[in-house]
């Protein structure tokens, strides 16, 4: 049982590592296409990163729980 909960931690880990890869690559293309190297903070991209950081959490506490 312990090495199933770490299998899926250890896939969920590189799930979310492949979504920040393709988050940061359209970043680098809006980077680019606006012709500066300034990085702009989005406030939407925010709220959404917190959203599923919460989702994140809250699949780990019900899947923990039973």
């Known amino acids: 049982m312990v090495a199933l909960k ?3 931690l250890l896939f969920t880990a590189f ?3 492949g ?7 359209a970043q680098e293309k809006q980077v680019a296409a606006m012709g500066t190297a300034r990085v702009v903070v989005d406030a939407k991209a925010i709220d959404q990163a917190v959203a599923y ?3 994140f959490a809250a699949l780990f506490v019900t899947y923990f729980a039973h």
């Open 53 to 55: 950081l919460l989702m």
């Open 6 to 8: 770490a299998y899926v």
């Open 15 to 17: 799930f979310f590592s």
């Open 19 to 25: 979504l920040m890869h393709l988050s940061m690559a």
